[in-house]
């Protein structure tokens, strides 16, 4: 008889039966076989729905109390939109799926992590864990009951439902929005394809032209001629392939990225300065696509910075742009008793994905100024004020974290006020109604 690998859920036979054979003493891969299921599901059923048993289930001692928003797990319910939160119910305790206290006992590592068979169950006097058939079942009916109710629109109110839409409206993703929602409605758990069906199906106050990436794009044809990729203006005789595995994989502090952006031919540009561990961008205006500008804007940083630019700055990695050729210029310090201030160190010509950082910042930098802008037209409060957006953006790959608030944890507040950087909040924060706009309309 071959396994079964459907997706169907345990039946309460099959619960049962766990139980009695994990009472026997049996492990899960002898359970799998018995009951035709794989170990890793028999593995998952027991630690997942396990409870505790002893006089220390409550709320008050669990690990997840701070961040428990868990509601309508109680089964006697009358008003379920009126229900309080699950942490102050005496009852819900006993079948939360996310109970969890501290047990310091050696023979749960024998034991597959449970009691159940234990031969000193009845003599020991700590806190239990043990599989219970019955309470399992009632711990499955509870995560059911609320995924049925999340799912539903009209169970959640109308201040949530306009919250989010507005977000949306604002240029947040779906998946930023939900992930840094305000406190008061952090108990409404959704997932970001549920926001996208309810977005598809015109349930909220918003649409798909909203949502920036789910827009139709041009494709164009492949390009089969091989380009050249030679180390380009690597005079200095250092290049992205003399800096260490770690440093090119993970670019730790200390290594930042340089590159520009043009807005019309002949017109102002942005240098753009990228700190990879931060994802935090620096951005200034110069009025010459010349090697002279660019080094001019990083003596302006070191006198500004002093110690903060030896710690963000001692690795740049700039392309192979005619800007950037004058590697003597870039690395002497404009202190004396300094030689260099930094190594430049090479990418290859037409290899844009050796410096990913600041190319993937440059997709979030064009929300807001589009290709063929006049950026002579900007202001230096505009620059400042794209910066600050920008950089107020969460990160999902860093915890959801803004750049300013990692750069602020890492190297205080001081850093800020250097910089003319501050923070701006989720709720306030709009990546789409900008004074640039209103300019490029006129």
Known sequence: MGRNYSNKNLSSLELGNIEFYLNEGKGYSEIGRLLDRTEATIRQEVKKYSSYFGSQRKCSNC????????KYLC????????????????????????YKVNIDCELLKK????????????????????????????????VQRISRIDVKLDKFPTEFKDYIADRIKNGISPDVTLNTLPERFKMFKISTPTLYDWIDKGLLNCCNMDLRNKISRVRYGSNTLKRNTVKGHQ??????ENLSQEERDNRPLGIVEFDTVEGIKGGELLFTIMIP????????????KTQDEIVKKLDMLERKLVRFFYILFKKAI?????????????EKSIFK?????????YTHTYASFEKPHIE??????????KKGYDITLLSADDILNIINRLNNYPRPKKGYKTPLQMLEESLGSEILQLLDLYHISIEELNMKDMRIKKQEIK
Request: hydrophobic letters at 35%.
């Open 63 to 70: 690990l997840n109390k701070n961040d428990c928003h868990k």
């Open 318 to 330: 700039p392309d192979n742009g005619v800007e950037f050729l004058d590697f003597e210029g870039l």
């Open 360 to 369: 993937n910042n440059h997709i979030l930098l064009r929300w807001l100024v």
């Open 277 to 288: 561990c931060f994802s935090l961008m620096l951005a200034f205006k110069i009025k010459h």
């Open 337 to 345: 008793l300094l030689n260099k201030r930094l190594e430049v160190h």
């Open 111 to 142: 034991n597959h992590h449970v009691c159940n068979g234990c031969e000193l169950y009845l003599k020991c006097n700590k806190v239990k864990i043990k599989y219970h058939a019955v309470t399992a079942i009632r711990m499955h009916e509870a």
């Open 235 to 240: 005079l200095n005789g250092r290049s992205i």
């Open 75 to 98: 089964e006697k319910i009358i008003d379920k939109i009126r229900c309080s939160q699950c942490k102050y119910c005496t009852h819900a305790v006993k079948i939360c799926p996310n």
